[in-house]
């Protein structure tokens, strides 16, 4: 099996486990240690570790000190949710049957279509921070970056992530596949400036 397929399903079950329960005390007590834990050291975090561990497939577990790329991919997915989801009655989590794809390049697009600020001097600065988030050197600038642009997005916008996709993006990236993936983000984020709110997506 392909190992972003694998991570795709792996993500995906993780993820409509998460939203279909987000209202339980159980899973509001997951979500909040999964926020919790973004930056802390392992013993700061080991029930989050404790979930993604129960929760992805046996084979795909590491056996070294630190986290493989498959588990860091998974915990880092389940936090941005966890940040995104927070707060928020309705699910965050983009669903559409005839589309069952979205990339996050086209989730953040939304973000260029906010009129803008008429008092601030830098009309740019989404696009600057979506620029330096793709250009980011290594996986932990990428994930500071990731943060940043959910919780822009968050307070902005209704929009939905697909954050099954978002797991083979970041899966590529960790394995070096930086290029393919930072010009499939950035396709979409600027191809979709003009999309209008009610068009089906494409």
Same mark, same amino acid.
């Given at each position: 099996?392909?190992r972003?397929?694998n991570i795709?399903?792996? =993500?995906?079950n993780?993820?409509?486990?998460?939203?279909? @329960? %987000?209202?339980?005390?159980? @899973?509001?007590a997951?979500?909040a240690?999964?926020?919790?834990?973004?930056n802390?050291? $392992?013993?700061?975090?080991?029930e989050?570790l404790?979930f993604?561990?129960?929760?992805?497939?046996e084979? =795909?577990?590491?056996t *070294?000190?630190q986290?493989? *790329?498959?588990?860091? @991919? $998974?915990l880092t997915v389940?936090?941005l949710?966890?940040?995104?989801?927070?707060? %928020?009655?309705?699910?965050?989590?983009y669903?559409?049957?005839?589309?069952?794809? %979205?990339?996050f390049?086209?989730?953040?697009s939304t973000?260029r279509?906010?009129?803008k600020?008429k008092n601030?001097n830098?009309n740019n600065?989404?696009?600057?921070r979506?620029?330096a988030?793709?250009t980011?050197a290594?996986?932990?600038?990428?994930?500071?970056?990731l943060?940043?642009? $959910?919780?822009?997005l968050?307070?902005k916008?209704k929009? @939905?992530?697909?954050?099954?996709?978002?797991? $083979?993006d970041?899966?590529d990236f960790?394995?070096?596949?930086k290029?393919?993936v930072r010009i499939?983000?950035?396709?979409?984020y *600027?191809?979709?400036?003009?999309?209008?709110?009610?068009d089906k997506?494409?």
């Amino acid at each position: 099996m392909k190992r972003e397929s694998n991570i795709y399903g792996v =993500c995906l079950n993780i993820i409509n486990y998460l939203d279909k @329960t %987000k209202d339980e005390p159980a @899973t509001k007590a997951k979500l909040a240690n999964l926020r919790n834990s973004i930056n802390k050291d $392992i013993s700061y975090n080991i029930e989050s570790l404790a979930f993604v561990f129960s929760m992805i497939p046996e084979d =795909c577990l590491g056996t *070294y000190k630190q986290l493989n *790329y498959f588990e860091d @991919t $998974i915990l880092t997915v389940l936090q941005l949710y966890a940040i995104y989801q927070q707060g %928020k009655d309705e699910s965050v989590v983009y669903r559409n049957d005839e589309f069952p794809y %979205k990339t996050f390049g086209k989730s953040l697009s939304t973000l260029r279509q906010i009129p803008k600020d008429k008092n601030t001097n830098d009309n740019n600065a989404v696009d600057q921070r979506f620029n330096a988030m793709v250009t980011s050197a290594d996986f932990e600038e990428l994930k500071h970056h990731l943060r940043q642009m $959910i919780k822009l997005l968050k307070s902005k916008s209704k929009e @939905t992530i697909d954050f099954a996709s978002l797991s $083979i993006d970041l899966y590529d990236f960790r394995f070096g596949d930086k290029d393919p993936v930072r010009i499939k983000w950035s396709r979409d984020y *600027y191809r979709y400036s003009a999309h209008k709110k009610g068009d089906k997506d494409e």
